[in-house]
């Protein structure tokens, strides 16, 4: 028996031992400044050898994305609005810093399973073992929360997109810099908005227990108040909760005439099939995250008269003419530009998702462009210092203490979903008014 | 008063659904009764049968109660193929043995599942319609559902008292040596009972994905539940699984009523452990 085993370890081991040699040497990894490597173009060397030789800068962008798990569809889009931005930055040769240092960027990503544990593994192992220069967060607060502790102890620049939750900015931190609006901020144009349609309007709160919605819905409470709303019932359900049965019928006991809740995408899909089905009357319904996906519409009827706060919409995109009318620097390309590439490249409309993954990468090299270097410290200047102007609209970064890098400049809107002339399903855009495409569906039709 | 009242409003709901957990729980609870195996493989197959549904009603347009045939029929010989391969090797080997064995197949029914659906959410948009009933409003999905599961339930009851197999199964689980020792087939009488337990998982999927949307992720809530159910429904009684299904459903229908609903997970399972110390074969429990 004994002697078997020995025979196996010995085999597993000879095994380890091929296997190890067989394995192709590894890449080399980027060191803890970015790797340099001198690329000579024969043509200029012809003419000026000496002055035309040009150093490229590969930086290494670590991230996380939830190929699996609850935050899959939301996160994916994400990721690909930010290949689509590297892409185009590497296809054009990158870009040249004043010394003439070419930078271009390549990814180093893992599946994080939306899982927070995992998440915390991960961006360890992108600072440790693969050296990332710049980190972009996972997308959902809570997976961004948990990634942004290690960024911060390793002070690693971390540019969130996907995650609006106040709570991380408030920690004392110095590398996080927020590309959404915060959380506490979500619902107000809904708010205000309601308020020109139905003031006396009873309001129920119901959202998935989780870190952003939480946040997000406890927030808009004063708001609320403040606006003479009666908040008739508030209440956060299990993100495994598939039958929102009882919760219906909770909202319907309470008297609500509007509901204002959701969490992500899984959540709110089954949430929005129970109250069509149920058929309670409410007069507007107003789901986090789940309606701005163009998925949504797979629900049928059950999506008709859902709205979103969206952090970006094609209809409504910010230009280069407002920021001009703001006295704000504009940068990078058009939102037709960067919808139509994205098509091109993904076959489907982008959604704010996928505009947030993009604007991270934009802003990133936006701020290593103003900062004249791939340094840390100098990039972290340049973000603090940042007042600009995207498709994906304004970008500034708090650099007080008390709430370092929370997002203060860029503002949202309120889409609904709603039938087009065809009688299909569109999203429109219904506040602010200086930006609409249509009016509200209110209230939203019964069956 | 309002409690009373959404109680009641919520309370028909939960018996329906009760009924669908019920069918979900059978299959783990055959399994574990006829051949003391916990079926960790429970949930990915009740989420195939969800797709099952998917792929009939909205790639083929089979009306998803029609499509229940051919997802009850491969569920069957799924659950004979698994048996074969994963767990007849195992049977007589430690429980933790089965338990790895199943584990694995879950894990590779997730991974291939993942590949090929991803985790995406999907949705059957198919509805029968409502009606009121007082203050409830009673949908058709799950009225129909329940009517079905009712149906399997008493075809199970059949199958299992009133045929020979049956008789055979009910031979095998009471003493698997002497069934032998009679003639009877025990291996095949074994992936028999498999199959079935796979069946009604698979059917018990299929009929949730016709009023919830769902994930390839989304039978481990189920299978958590059918463990409950099990012990609330007697270990190893399939029939009593029923009852526990109800039993489960009437409780999350009516703790919304008093408490918040992310309270319902606490008490379920809560109730799960207090059962386990107080009556560890469950409240209708007939195995020792």
């Given at each position: 028996m004994k002697r078997s085993f020995?025979?196996?370890?010995?085999?597993?081991?000879?095994?380890?031992?091929?296997?190890?040699?067989?394995?192709?040497?590894?890449?080399?990894?980027?060191?803890?400044?970015?790797?340099?490597?001198?690329?000579?173009?024969?043509?200029?060397?012809?003419?000026?050898?000496?002055?035309?030789?040009?150093?490229?800068?590969?930086?290494?962008?670590?991230?996380?994305?939830?190929?699996?798990?609850?935050?899959?569809?939301?996160?994916?889009?994400?990721?690909?609005?930010?290949?689509?931005?590297?892409?185009?930055?590497?296809?054009?040769?990158?870009?040249?810093?004043?010394?003439?240092?070419?930078?271009?960027?390549?990814?180093?990503?893992?599946?994080?399973?939306?899982?927070?544990?995992?998440?915390?593994?991960?961006?360890?192992?992108?600072?440790?073992?693969?050296?990332?220069?710049?980190l972009i967060s996972p997308y959902s607060s809570g997976l961004t929360s948990a990634a942004s502790i290690v960024a911060e102890q390793n002070g690693k620049i971390m540019i969130t997109t996907g995650a609006a939750d106040d709570d991380a900015y408030k920690t004392g931190n110095t590398s996080l810099f927020q590309l959404y609006t915060p959380g506490s901020l979500y619902m107000s144009s809904t708010v205000d908005m309601l308020k020109e349609l139905d003031p006396d309007a009873k309001v129920a709160i119901v959202y998935e227990a989780v870190k952003f919605a939480t946040g997000v819905a406890q927030g808009i409470v004063p708001y609320l108040e403040a606006n003479g709303f009666e908040v008739v019932l508030e209440e956060g359900y299990d993100t495994d909760t598939a039958d929102f049965g009882p919760i219906v019928n909770k909202i319907a006991g309470s008297g609500a005439t509007v509901l204002l809740g959701g969490g992500h995408y899984p959540d709110g899909t089954a949430l929005a099939r129970a109250l069509y089905e149920r058929n309670i009357g409410l007069k507007f319904a107003y789901l986090l995250v789940a309606p701005a996906d163009t998925k949504?519409?797979?629900?049928?009827?059950?999506?008709?008269?859902?709205?979103?706060?969206?952090?970006?919409?094609?209809?409504?995109?910010?230009?280069?003419?407002?920021?001009?009318?703001?006295?704000?620097?504009?940068?990078?390309?058009?939102?037709?530009?960067?919808?139509?590439?994205?098509?091109?490249?993904?076959?489907?409309?982008?959604?704010?998702?996928?505009?947030?993954?993009?604007?991270?990468?934009?802003?990133?090299?936006?701020?290593?462009?103003?900062?004249?270097?791939?340094?840390?410290?100098?990039?972290?200047?340049?973000?603090?210092?940042?007042?600009?102007?995207?498709?994906?609209?304004?970008?500034?970064?708090?650099?007080?203490?008390?709430?370092?890098?929370?997002?203060?400049?860029?503002?949202?809107?309120?889409?609904?979903?709603?039938?087009?002339?065809?009688?299909?399903?569109?999203?429109?855009?219904?506040?602010?008014?200086?930006?609409?495409?249509?009016?509200?569906?209110?209230?939203?039709?019964?069956? | 008063m309002q409690q009373i009242s959404l109680l009641l409003t919520s309370l028909p709901d939960g018996i329906l659904l009760g009924f669908v957990y019920g069918v979900a729980a059978m299959g783990l609870t055959l399994i574990w009764g006829v051949m003391d195996v916990i079926n960790l493989s429970h949930g990915p197959i009740i989420a195939l049968g969800m797709f099952g549904t998917f792929f009939l009603f909205i790639r083929s347009g089979i009306n998803p109660y029609l499509g229940l045939i051919p997802i009850a029929i491969v569920g069957l010989l799924l659950g004979v193929v698994i048996y074969f391969v994963a767990v007849h090797r195992v049977i007589n080997a430690p429980h933790l043995s089965s338990l790895l064995a199943t584990f694995s197949v879950n894990m590779i029914i997730i991974g291939i599942g993942t590949a090929v659906v991803t985790t995406s959410p999907y949705n059957v948009d198919f509805n029968m319609g409502s009606f009121q009933l007082g203050s409830t409003t009673v949908l058709g999905t799950r009225l129909i559902a329940a009517l079905i599961a009712i149906l399997v339930t008493g075809g199970l009851y059949l199958f299992l008292f009133r045929t020979r197999p049956g008789k055979y199964i009910r031979a095998v689980t009471n003493n698997r040596s002497a069934a032998e020792l009679m003639g009877i087939p025990s291996t095949r009488i074994l992936a028999l009972s498999f199959g079935l337990g796979t069946m009604l998982a698979a059917v018990s999927g299929a009929l949730i994905s016709t009023f919830f949307p769902f994930s390839i992720l989304a039978g481990g809530s189920y299978e958590l539940k059918s463990f409950v159910i099990g012990v609330l429904g007697g270990l190893g009684n399939p029939i009593g699984a029923l009852f526990g299904g109800l039993i489960l459903g009437v409780l999350e229908g009516a703790i919304p009523a008093f408490l918040e609903t992310s309270w319902v997970p606490v008490i379920e399972f809560g109730l799960f452990v207090v059962i386990l110390l107080v009556r560890p074969n469950g409240l209708f429990g007939a195995k020792q």
């Open positions: 020995a025979v196996l370890f010995s085999l597993i081991f000879v095994l380890t031992l091929i296997l190890s040699a067989c394995q192709p040497a590894p890449a080399e990894a980027p060191a803890e400044e970015p790797a340099v490597e001198e690329v000579m173009e024969e043509e200029a060397v012809a003419e000026e050898p000496a002055e035309e030789m040009a150093e490229e800068v590969t930086l290494v962008i670590g991230f996380t994305s939830s190929i699996t798990g609850k935050q899959e569809v939301s996160s994916k889009r994400q990721v690909n609005g930010l290949t689509l931005w590297m892409d185009q930055v590497n296809e054009a040769g990158g870009f040249t810093l004043s010394d003439g240092t070419v930078v271009k960027f390549a990814a180093q990503t893992y599946d994080d399973e939306s899982n927070t544990e995992r998440v915390q593994e991960l961006y360890t192992r992108l600072i440790a073992e693969d050296n990332a220069d710049f949504f519409p797979e629900l049928g009827d059950a999506a008709l008269g859902i709205a979103v706060s969206s952090q970006w919409e094609l209809a409504a995109t910010h230009t280069e003419a407002e920021a001009g009318n703001m006295g704000v620097e504009w940068f990078g390309p058009t939102g037709e530009e960067f919808a139509s590439a994205y098509e091109a490249a993904y076959g489907d409309p982008p959604t704010y998702h996928v505009a947030g993954g993009y604007t991270a990468g934009l802003v990133l090299q936006k701020a290593i462009m103003d900062a004249d270097s791939v340094d840390t410290d100098a990039v972290k200047a340049a973000l603090n210092a940042m007042n600009l102007m995207t498709f994906f609209g304004g970008t500034q970064f708090d650099s007080s203490e008390e709430a370092h890098g929370l997002q203060t400049a860029h503002k949202m809107v309120v889409a609904q979903w709603q039938l087009n002339a065809d009688g299909e399903l569109e999203r429109v855009i219904v506040a602010p008014a200086d930006v609409a495409t249509a009016d509200p569906l209110y209230p939203i039709p019964t069956r | -």
